[in-house]
């Protein structure tokens, strides 16, 4: 008994120190204030979005939370009210896998919020099926989405700035390709699904990169994101058997929702990062990313194809 006692704390220490080590990851330290500021974070009803837009919140920061169903973003609003202090936190409906529904929600925030100064596209998806425009799910959603949602909200960013966009991407760029002859790929076989969420985190990571390039001399900065692998909702259309079998392993290996919106609240409110626009941070710090998530051509020409699929060049 006693062995069997030894052999379970040596386990449960080596887990303590892989865990604060290796699974936590940092934490953002500035205590910046974000009085008389306004930001919008999408997906914000639960996990990492729901946590960086209650650290706004608590910051003073006027926040949109801008969310595809109606009564889970109520229900959120209600919460960080509550836990923040702050009643200046508001629900806006937005659909990203909807073209249209990005339109009408930048129309509404345009004609009713005079300031915006952080932007956080934080919603993802990692789903089958298509969008309401028959793109690719996750290509529609997790970059075409937030691609019109940010143009037709920069000219707002601009009159505020200085201000910032934050996107989140993931490590899983890495394994992404952008392939501009099939960009709207079949969604039916969990291969399918895990590479083109692989392929749309390098658009994200790309689609900053451009933004950079697009923002010089405005004052308005960019950064994607990579919060970790981290306890969400994003694989909730997966099969019911894989989410039951992974459970353990998501409950002891993943981060929480709190320890992976550390980097975006980071790249939201750390001082003296503007050099950065454009770059990749993890853990709370810049991060290189892979030669193909670094070509200017490629990050040129996929603005210039998203433009063009979400009708804002002809």
Avoid at 108 to 115: A, D, M, V
Avoid at 219 to 230: I, K, L, N, Q, S
């Amino acid at each position: 008994m006693a062995a069997a006692f030894l052999v379970f704390g040596i386990i449960l220490g080596i887990y303590v120190l892989v865990y604060y080590n290796f699974i936590k990851g940092k934490q953002c330290r500035s205590d910046t204030c974000l009085k008389g500021k306004t930001a919008i974070v999408t997906g914000a009803s639960a996990g990492i979005g729901k946590v960086t837009a209650l650290d706004l919140a608590k910051r003073g920061a006027r926040v949109i939370l801008a969310c595809r169903v109606q009564e889970t973003g109520e229900a959120a609003v209600y919460d960080i009210r509550k836990l923040s202090g702050n009643n200046e936190v508001l629900f806006m409906k937005l659909d990203l896998a909807s073209l249209s529904s990005v339109r009408s929600f930048c129309k509404t925030f345009l004609n009713s919020e005079p300031r915006l100064d952080i932007l956080i596209n934080n919603a993802g998806i990692q789903d089958y099926g298509k969008t309401a425009d028959g793109f690719n799910m996750m290509f529609g959603v997790n970059h075409l989405g937030h691609f019109l949602l940010t143009h037709l909200l920069l000219d707002r960013l601009k009159a505020c700035n200085p201000s910032r966009i934050i996107v989140l991407a993931s490590s899983l760029y890495s394994r992404g390709k952008i392939d501009f002859g099939n960009l709207n790929p079949p969604s039916d076989k969990l291969t399918h699904i895990f590479q083109s969420y692989c392929d749309s985190k390098l658009a994200n990571v790309l689609f900053v990169r451009e933004l950079a390039n697009r923002l010089q001399g405005t004052d308005v900065t960019c950064y994607a994101v990579h919060p970790g692998v981290v306890q969400t909702n994003l694989s909730r259309s997966l099969p019911h058997w894989i989410q039951i079998i992974s459970f353990p392993l998501v409950w002891l290996f993943l981060r929480s929702p709190a320890d992976g919106a550390q980097t975006s609240i980071y790249c939201a409110v750390q001082e003296g990062i503007e050099m950065y626009s454009g770059r990749y941070f993890a853990n709370c710090q810049v991060k290189q990313v892979q030669s193909h998530a670094r070509d200017d051509a490629v990050a040129k020409k996929l603005w210039e194809v998203s433009e063009r699929l979400t009708g804002q060049v002809n």
